[in-house]
């Protein structure tokens, strides 16, 4: 069965840190790209970090720069999420997905993970 399962959620105080793994079973994470998408609640999906095969190509939204810090583990078949410096902004469900591109839309992405909370608040 292919699939994604984000874990590594949680609640967390502002300034705090939380890493999210992303791991993959049925399929090879390292031939495609994967992006980290997070929602909100009332607001749109926003693409927060993405990365293509060569981890040379990682991209982050510019509301996460800086803070946030994408990486794989290739033998493990799953990647990563550091998030440093949380805020109440950055509260909302995180999600990873796999696509062909490296993008920070999500239709570029077909197979998605069920999501994982993350609550910043003191």
């Known amino acids: 069965q292919v699939q994604l399962v984000e874990s590594g959620g949680g609640l967390v105080q502002p300034g705090g840190s939380l890493r999210l793994s992303c791991a993959a079973s049925?399929?090879?994470?390292?031939?495609?790209?994967i992006g980290w998408f997070r929602q909100a609640p009332g607001k749109e999906r926003e693409g927060v970090s993405c990365?293509?095969?060569?981890?040379?190509?990682?991209y982050y939204a510019d509301s996460v720069k800086g803070r946030f810090t994408f990486s794989r583990d290739n033998a493990e078949n799953t990647v990563y999420l550091q998030m440093n410096s949380l805020s109440p902004a950055d509260t909302a469900v995180y999600y990873c997905?796999?696509?062909?591109?490296?993008?920070?839309?999500?239709?570029?992405?077909?197979?998605w993970g069920q999501g994982t909370q993350v609550t910043v608040s003191s």
């Open positions: 997905a796999t696509g062909r591109v490296a993008t920070l839309w999500g239709p570029d992405y077909d197979i």
């Open positions: 049925g399929f090879t994470l390292d031939y495609y790209a």
């Open positions: 990365s293509g095969t060569d981890t040379g190509t990682t």
